[in-house]
């Protein structure tokens, strides 16, 4: 699966890689590692930027493309839990990051256009939460107003009632970030895709280690989703979140505005067009379907259901592009961003965006690059000072505790279905993936393209048996949502070592006899793969 926005695309060229010493070395080429690594650069700095991927190549990528201040029933939730300033300092922030982008995006030259964004209500249910969204917002300094149904034209759609932020921004968000990644390498800097960080140390210097050699620096930014060290045990103090993203080709005409409902299960609705996104057949996007990793019965299902609501919506839709996204949400709704704890402040990190990374990103990336600079206290905007010292509430510990006990349910959950099911297990059909138990160890099994492999379905993070995706075809892990290929090859989150390889003896007809087209065996001595970040 890929994104709308990957379709066509020319990959931006890495910069070779030659081990060395760097004044910076970030981690992560989506919106905010390029974004710091950009403002670093263009102040003189030596920087150097690693990916495994490339660029964009995860939830920068595969969001839905909305740079909005009026985020859905964030603002409300956060109203519910903290004070009014620091609600105000979070919409600050934002406000700093999204107009940065902007102006960024009009400086390269990247087209966006501006629309009205709609927190919205499509049943009666969901009306107090957007009355919340409004009474947040405004209190928070945002012209946010109510619109009735009958105000609401071009929604083909059910709107009981919605909150309304005008002037908000659509964007193609690889396009972007494609952008940031030729200015940072034009501003002097060193971009190394296809790299991968096998290891960040602090002490006694700072170094990153990448499958290709070592890179020195006086500071190491992870902009990697989730810190991909556990220093802070940040794992714990948040939790990954996928959601799902289909694209169509509509005959007829597509709403103007950017529409987020309120309602279980929530809808997103974004129309695209050349001013705003990659040319082509997609016209419209509609998201939703978001879950805690691992956690879903079927991802298969909750695709099934946004083109189902689709097709009652816009009949005749025709899907061009489905693909999902993943990021994370801290207990306490705000980002982290700063120094990462044991380090000695030459490691920062940022998390916790909660698929707002369009403007939380460059937000971040503000702080981070002010942090790195030095900047005075006194001369830093007044929403660093409040999001960077802010307390934790009884609420935040409410929901940590609340997360942590589910962690703790699912680990015994899936120890204990595994131990159910003894290997040999049946061939897999194609797609799908089955885990069960060989001498007390989870195995997992799955067949993708005509190839059946096995590996150990225990995430080498801290020990959760993985689920099977049956959209993405991954192994996700409940715990703390580490992803990995079928062949066991680590895709994203804290986890930092690809799963272990196993051989024959997995499934029924192999090693005893029977025949059978034989499983994948990579690795089959039983040996880990390397680790890989």
Not at 30 to 58: C, F, K, N, Q
Not at 329 to 356: I, Y
Not at 411 to 426: D, I, K, N, S
Not at 481 to 505: N, Q
Request: charged content about 20%.
């Amino acid at each position: 699966m890929s994104s709308l926005w990957r379709a066509g695309r020319t990959p931006v060229p890495p910069t070779p890689f030659a081990p060395g010493r760097h004044e910076v070395v970030v981690v992560g080429a989506g919106i905010t590692g390029l974004s710091t690594a950009l403002m670093l650069a263009r102040s003189g700095r030596d920087v150097a930027v690693v990916e495994a991927g490339d660029v964009a190549e995860l939830s920068t990528g595969a969001n839905t493309g909305k740079v909005s201040l009026l985020q859905g029933s964030v603002l409300g939730q956060l109203r519910r839990h903290h004070s009014a300033s620091l609600v105000r300092a979070y919409v600050d922030s934002n406000r700093a990051g999204q107009e940065w982008l902007t102006a960024f995006a009009e400086e390269e030259g990247v087209p966006f256009t501006r629309r009205a964004a709609y927190s919205f209500a499509e049943s009666a249910d969901a009306l107090p939460g957007v009355r919340e969204q409004i009474r947040a917002g405004v209190e928070a300094g945002l012209p946010v107003q109510w619109r009735d149904a009958s105000e609401i034209e071009d929604a083909p759609f059910p709107v009981a009632g919605a909150a309304v932020l005008e002037n908000q921004i659509a964007i193609d968000p690889v396009a972007v970030a494609d952008a940031l990644a030729r200015a940072f390498v034009a501003a002097g800097g060193t971009l190394h895709t296809a790299t991968r960080v096998c290891d960040v140390h602090a002490v006694p210097h700072a170094m990153v280690q990448t499958d290709a050699g070592a890179l020195r620096a006086d500071r190491i930014v992870l902009a990697t989703g989730t810190p991909i060290i556990d220093r802070g045990l940040y794992f714990a103090k948040t939790r990954g979140m996928r959601s799902l993203c289909v694209a169509f080709d509509v005959d007829g005409d597509v709403p103007e505005g950017m529409y987020l409902s309120l309602d279980e299960p929530s809808h997103s609705i974004r129309a695209v067009s050349p001013a705003d996104g990659p040319s082509g057949r997609a016209r419209l996007i509609v998201g939703g379907g978001g879950h805690p990793v691992g956690r879903a019965r079927s991802e298969s299902a909750l695709y099934d259901e946004l083109v189902d609501w689709t097709s009652r919506h816009f009949p005749g839709a025709r899907e061009t592009h489905r693909w999902s996204a993943q990021d994370y949400e801290s207990h306490n709704l705000v980002p982290f961003v700063g120094a990462m704890p044991r380090t000695l402040g030459r490691v920062r990190f940022a998390t916790g965006f909660n698929k707002w990374g369009l403007t939380n990103g460059p937000a971040a990336a503000l702080r981070l690059a002010a942090e790195i600079a030095g900047v005075p206290f006194r001369e830093r905007p007044a929403w660093m000072i409040a999001l960077g010292t802010r307390l934790t509430v009884p609420a935040d510990l409410g929901r940590g505790l609340r997360e942590n006990a589910l962690v703790g349910r699912e680990a015994a959950r899936g120890w204990t279905l595994a131990e159910a099911t003894p290997v040999p297990l049946p061939r897999p059909a194609e797609g799908e993936g089955a885990v069960g138990n060989r001498a007390g160890v989870p195995v997992g099994v799955s067949t993708v393209g005509g190839v059946t492999r096995a590996v150990s379905a225990v995430c080498p993070h801290l020990g959760g048996v993985l689920a099977w995706n049956d959209a993405e075809c991954t192994w996700d892990c409940p715990l703390h949502a580490s992803r990995f290929a079928p062949d066991g090859t680590r895709l994203e989150g804290p986890a930092v070592e690809d799963l272990r390889r196993l051989g024959r003896g997995a499934l029924e007809g192999e090693g005893n006899g029977r025949g059978g087209a034989p499983v994948r065996t990579d690795g089959a001595d039983g040996s880990r793969s390397p680790a890989r970040r």
